[in-house]
T-cell receptor
């Protein structure tokens, strides 16, 4: 049984650019959530996808968008990058829309310069 | 005021000591309480899960929830250097709200 895998592990972008982060959910899981973890802070909920539809969104602007594919993998897209977007982006998968069953990936460390 | 407050530490204790980690919260709708452990450069790993008030024990770890005081705790007995990590409390309200609300995390170091 594979866990949650995220790619890339690290990347550096310039302010104003766009970035796409990818996540493969744990086998058998059909729900994916994305969290942003700034340095020294707890993860903040960005949004969740269930059966390819957005199923809840946190307090993030529309330039944060996502997709879920039929195989339950997911993408997080961020447009017009700002310096404050520098953070660890975590993907978590679960079997249903119940939060306590989340399995987190190791994250993508995004640095915006 | 944040919904969940957690002392960020850092906290350093000698090997073998009992560690106490705590969080307070303001949202009385929270019903499910979790503790995650996060090693450096890794994602959070679920350590303990508790529903409503009460205690739960798993090996060297004990989670306590006091909903009347809006206070949760994690105790680690016989602490080991491998317990050195950041510990995050997290909570959610009733089913239908799938957002996990995290504390800021407490950075713990166990000194051999």
């Amino acid at each position: 049984e594979t866990g949650v895998t995220q790619s890339p592990t690290h990347l550096i972008k310039t302010r104003g650019q766009q970035v796409t982060l990818r996540c493969s959910s744990q086998s058998g899981h059909n729900t994916v959530s994305w969290y942003q973890q700034a340095l020294g802070q707890g993860p903040q909920f960005i949004f969740q996808y269930y059966r390819e539809e957005e199923n809840g969104r946190g307090n993030f602007p529309p330039r944060f968008s996502g997709l879920q594919f039929p195989n339950y993998s997911s993408e997080l897209n961020v447009n017009a990058l700002e310096l404050d977007d520098s953070a660890l982006y975590l993907c978590a998968s679960s079997l249903a829309t119940s939060s306590y069953g989340y399995t987190f990936g190791s994250g993508t460390r995004l640095t915006v310069v | 005021q944040k919904e969940v407050e957690q002392d960020p530490g850092p906290l350093s204790v000698p090997e073998g000591a009992i560690v106490s980690l705590n969080c307070t919260y303001s949202n009385s709708a929270f019903q499910y309480f979790m503790w995650y452990r996060q090693y450096s450069r890794k994602g959070p790993e679920l350590l303990m899960y508790t529903y409503s008030s009460g205690n739960k024990e798993d090996g060297r770890f004990t989670a306590q929830v006091d909903k009347s005081s809006k206070y949760i705790s994690l105790f680690i007995r016989d602490s080991q250097p491998s317990d050195s990590a950041t510990y995050l409390c997290a909570m959610i309200s009733n089913f239908g709200n799938e957002k996990l609300t995290f504390g800021t995390g407490t950075r713990l170091t166990i000194i051999p």
